[in-house]
T-cell receptor
Framework: GQNIDQPTEMTATEGAIVQINCTYQ??????LFWYQQHAGEAPTFLSY????GLEEKGRFSSFLSRSKGYSYLLLKELQMKDSASYLC????????????FGTGTKLQVIP | NAGVTQTPKFQVLKTGQSMTLQCAQD?????MSWYRQDPGMGLRLIHY???????DQGEVPNGYNVSRSTTEDFPLRLLSAAPSQTSVYFC??????????FGSGTRLTVV
């Protein structure tokens, strides 16, 4: 099975940098996703890491360490619109479609 | 392109009633899934399909049925609604490392 841990809530200041951590324990690993979900809306895809290291996409970066079962999402130059929940999700090996989601981290960006 | 279309957006059912949540995609993706999202629980997989005619159970399949007669459509049937099925339901398609594309969700209340 899979177990995914993320902080429940975080607060950060507009213009700052915030790091959202995700740790996981899985029986098999085939990639890790990050999604953004605004209140009342559907999740939207942010990033996918399958190899160790940092993937950068504009203001957002995602890091993976498979040996440590650890990932983080880094948001730079925070904007008010970044206030949302951020979901970590792990794809295991037991089935192509069996992606397990964490409970999400609710980020509040304050002026 | 509409992406993934879910209907209805909102629904109230009485205990014991049955209904079908509709999901249609125009992305020609083989893989489709149904998730439910509850506060503090994250997204949980109900059923998924890897192609027309092929479906399988996810983490929380009890009380739900699915079928996949075409690539485009993946309806979710609630057989006899219970208050425990009050939730937000998301349909999603999936293409390799590009992650999931979610529908806008159906907010279901069972009274």
């Amino acid at each position: 099975g899979q177990n995914i841990d993320q902080p429940t809530e975080m607060t950060a200041t507009e213009g700052a940098i915030v790091q959202i951590n995700c740790t996981y324990q899985t029986s098999g690993f085939n990639g890790l996703f990050w999604y953004q979900q605004h209140a009342g809306e559907a999740p939207t895809f942010l990033s996918y890491n399958v190899l160790d290291g940092l993937e950068e996409k504009g203001r957002f970066s995602s890091f993976l360490s498979r040996s440590k079962g650890y990932s983080y999402l880094l948001l730079k130059e925070l904007q008010m619109k970044d206030s949302a929940s951020y979901l970590c999700a792990v794809k295991g090996r037991e089935g192509y479609q069996k992606v397990t989601f964490g409970t999400g981290t609710k980020l509040q960006v304050i002026p | 392109n509409a992406g993934v279309t879910q209907t209805p957006k909102f629904q109230v059912l009485k205990t014991g009633q049955s209904m079908t949540l509709q999901c249609a995609q125009d992305m020609n993706h083989e893989y489709m899934s149904w998730y439910r999202q509850d506060p503090g629980m994250g997204l949980r997989l109900i059923h998924y399909s890897v192609g027309a005619g092929i479906t399988d159970q996810g983490e929380v399949p009890n009380g739900y049925n699915v079928s996949r007669s075409t690539t485009e459509d993946f309806p979710l049937r609630l057989l006899s609604a219970a208050p425990s099925q009050t939730s937000v339901y998301f349909c999603a398609t999936h293409l390799g490392s590009y992650g999931y594309t979610f529908g806008s969700g159906t907010r279901l209340t069972v009274v």
